[in-house]
């Protein structure tokens, strides 16, 4: 049973456009939402994160999107640069329990100089 | 300030063998979760430890042991190697337990032949 779904798959923008990743997740518990970015070879990194008490958080280029009666939250890239090529994943984790990160299944994403 | 270290980076086993996998915190980070990251997956939870008690397990076989030591470093050793295993195992630091932004180490890519 896949708790957070990603959207899309793969996803090829030209450079300066804006790259949008959508995430839908099923538990109610969840109350954290990271997103992750990964090179080739390396670990995930950390982006950016938002809580549900909120319904947006911008750090730099990078915009969280959080629409907690559709359990749904996406994630805004603007100026897309080559350099942003990468996977990105979602993840969702619940309150008070391990520290369990549930992962999307990841967006390949590709910025077109 | 140093990331979170990984040891070895890269490992090929055979069936039914046993590997060791190390894994050293960021510095004032007492949480680490080991994830399983098979090629084109998001990572898949396994464990994660706080003050070298167990404090989650995700649903893998009972092939799969952690521990954490002392200093907060940890170690996950997984027995009678199966080809399935074959994946990138990283391990993610942070400072606490619950909703504590986690950081992650570049894995040991674990090739099983």
């Known amino acids: 049973q896949q708790q957070v779904k990603q959207s899309p798959q793969s996803l090829i923008v030209q450079k300066g456009g804006i790259s949008i990743i959508n995430c839908a997740y099923e538990?109610?518990?969840?109350?954290?939402f990271p997103w992750y970015q990964q090179f080739p070879g390396k670990g995930p990194a950390l982006l950016i994160a938002?809580?549900?008490?909120?319904s947006e958080k911008k750090e730099g280029r990078f915009t969280i999107s959080f629409n907690k009666s559709a359990k749904q939250f996406s994630l805004h890239i603007m100026d897309s640069q080559p350099g942003d090529s990468a996977t990105y994943f979602c993840a969702a984790e619940t309150q008070g329990g391990s520290e369990k990160l549930v992962f999307g299944k990841g967006t390949k994403l590709t910025v077109n100089p | 300030d140093a990331g979170v270290t990984q040891s070895p980076t890269h490992l090929i086993k055979t069936r039914g063998q046993h590997v060791t996998l190390r894994c050293s915190p960021i510095s004032g980070h007492k949480s680490v979760s080991w994830y399983q990251q098979v090629l084109g997956q998001g990572p898949q939870f396994i464990f994660q430890?706080?003050?070298?008690?167990?404090?989650g397990r995700g649903n893998f076989p009972d092939r799969f042991s952690a521990r954490q030591f002392p200093n907060y470093s940890s170690e996950l050793n997984v027995n009678a190697l199966l080809l399935g295993d074959s994946a990138l195992y990283l391990c993610a630091s942070s400072r606490a337990r619950g909703n504590q932004p986690q950081h992650f180490g570049d894995g040991t890519r674990l090739s099983i032949l």
């Open positions: 430890y706080y003050e070298k008690e167990e404090r």
């Open positions: 938002i809580r549900p008490d909120v």
């Open positions: 538990n109610t518990a969840f109350d954290y």
